[in-house]
């Protein structure tokens, strides 16, 4: 039975209730875990706050060295952190030995960004003064994660949370905390306190967090919904708020694109982990002329993939997190049906497949953009796609969404490649190669996909607060602060 970590110690939670945790591939328990209370999160603040107060003035130079160790401490457990990691999210062992070398690198990044980060002085008003600007840490950090990428989109949050001098807690979904529990190891040798994790619930441990008075930030990524209750929470006490949400990708395929290039794309961007990305192509907008070879062309792509178990080195599509999760996706599907859209691939579950929270991979082709399938995020292996009769059209509709966290294109056109990045509201923009990920740049989203960046120097900016100091050195009177005679 797993514990909470708390101030570099393992602990039991306040109450005995634990949660399961299910491998989406063969629905087996594989693990259970401390389904904390307030009273944990409380403990776990207070230790976060007392590191806080040393781990602040750690030399940027200690600091980066102690960030390296982290990094170093992964690569070594990479094999037993792939593998925990394909257990509760069932994707695919050698993609997951991947994503942890990629989140020890978003620490060897930060730790240099920290070491490197600096304030700076500006010219005064007064020539007897120093005008300062610093930046400083916020203090404790609430991290909360979702399931699909729970050890990457930890790690955009915690090394530049730490690399600026916050300590942190860290809440990882009910249905992955297994990994994030492992991470713990490669935490043992930073200050007592400087990162604390606790399981449970997000409706008892998250809102704990966020209505916490020792939290300075929350950093969340998950849900539009979740995310929209945490900011009503935090808006009591103002605390600062870093919220990653969700999205309606468009990709949009011009005239001019090579057909089978773009097919295969749009087969990557939106079956890559069973479509769980929150940057997953989730709608696909093809100009007139060619959008019946264009449809042909996925379709047959889409066939052609394996849907198996995420350990089997053949498999191209993994299982979803949950049966719930497939149940809507395949409402969302019939819905779409209903309205006219047609499967031309995929569409149901694999007969083969017996057990696991399989779906096949799934293109749908005239699909009416008033489908709740083109409006609101499907989160599975689905792709729907719909005719456009002018590229103008294609950016209307691509922008006709409360979303604004990517969007994609294909074209040679540099005139419709500028088109698209001015006019496109979405924080990441991707042309001719969906999906591309860049630590050195920043993530996130527009409109209700988020507020905040994450990676790249914004993502240390974001955990930063900015101080002005004006110091004069000479204590003198100034003439405008009493000028109205001493008698
Ligand atoms: P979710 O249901 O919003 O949950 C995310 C996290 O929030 C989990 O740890 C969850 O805990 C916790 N939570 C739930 N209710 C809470 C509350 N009242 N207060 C505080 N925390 C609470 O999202 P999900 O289903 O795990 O993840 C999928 C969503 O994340 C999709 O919408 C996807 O687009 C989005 N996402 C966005 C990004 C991005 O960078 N923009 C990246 C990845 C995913 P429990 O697990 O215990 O419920």
């Known amino acids: 039975m797993h514990k909470l970590w708390i101030d570099n110690q393992w602990t039991d939670a306040a109450s005995d209730e634990t949660i399961a945790v299910i491998d989406p591939a063969t629905e087996a328990e594989v693990g259970r875990v401390p389904a904390a209370t307030p009273a944990d999160v409380d403990r776990a603040m207070r230790a976060a706050q ?46 997951n030995r991947r994503y942890v070398g990629w989140s020890a690198d ?24 120093l005008a300062l600007v610093l930046k400083e840490p916020y203090g404790v950090v609430a991290c909360i994660v979702p399931w699909n990428y729970p050890m990457l989109l930890l790690t955009w949050k915690i090394a530049p ?6 300590s942190v807690v860290i809440k990882p979904a009910s249905q992955t905390p297994l990994a994030t529990l492992a991470l713990a190891r490669c935490f043992e040798h930073l200050p007592p306190g400087v990162v604390n994790i606790v399981t449970g619930r997000g409706s008892t441990v998250g809102d ?19 995310g929209q209750r945490i900011a009503g929470l935090a808006a009591e006490r103002m605390t600062k708020l870093h919220l990653e949400l969700g999205g309606k990708d ?32 989730e709608r696909v907008y093809v100009e007139r002329p060619v959008y019946r070879d264009f449809c042909d062309c996925l379709a047959e792509l889409t066939a052609r993939l394996r849907v ?23 409402a969302q599907i019939e819905q779409a049906a209903a309205q006219g859209a047609r499967i031309v691939a995929g569409g149901r579950r694999p007969p083969q497949l017996e057990r696991g929270y399989f ?16 409006r609101e995020e499907t989160f599975g292996p689905v792709a729907p796609v719909a005719p456009v009769e002018s590229f103008d059209e294609a950016l209307a509709l691509a922008n006709d969404s409360r979303y604004g966290l990517g969007a994609s294109l294909f074209t040679h056109d540099p005139t419709k490649a500028k088109r698209f990045y001015e006019e496109v509201k979405a924080g990441t923009i991707w042309i001719n190669d969906p999906l591309i990920d860049n630590i050195a740049g920043p993530f996130g989203g527009m409109k209700q996909s988020g507020i905040g960046r994450e990676l790249g120097e914004e993502g240390l900016e974001e955990f930063l607060e900015t101080k002005h100091i004006h110091w004069d050195f ?3 009177p100034k003439p405008w602060w009493y000028p109205y005679g001493e008698t």
């Open 208 to 226: 704990a967090l966020v209505t916490h008075p020792a939290t300075s930030v929350v950093a969340f990524t998950g849900s539009t919904e979740v």
């Open 250 to 281: 468009p990709c949009i395929v011009a005239a001019d694109a090579d057909i089978r290039t773009a097919a295969m794309g749009v087969a990557w961007g939106a079956f890559v982990n069973a479509g769980q990305v929150c940057t997953s192509i």
């Open 50 to 95: 007392a590191a806080f107060a040393g781990w602040r003035h750690v030399s940027a130079a200690e600091r980066a060295e102690l960030l390296h160790e982290v990094a170093r401490r992964m690569r070594q457990d990479v094999e037993a952190l792939a593998v925990t990691l394909t257990h509760e999210t069932g994707r695919l062992l050698d993609r």
């Open 359 to 374: 779906l096949e991979p799934t293109v749908l082709v005239d699909v009416p953009h008033a489908a709740l399938i083109m």
């Open 161 to 166: 949370a730490l690399a600026a001098g916050n």
């Open 308 to 330: 198996g178990s995420p350990f089997d080195p053949d498999t191209q599509i993994t299982p979803l997190i949950g049966g719930r999760e497939r149940d809507a996706i395949l």
């Open 474 to 476: 000479e204590m003198q």
């Open 106 to 129: 978003v620490f060897d990044y930060y730790a240099e960004m920290g070491r490197n980060s600096r304030g700076r002085v500006i010219p005064s008003v007064e020539p007897s003064q």
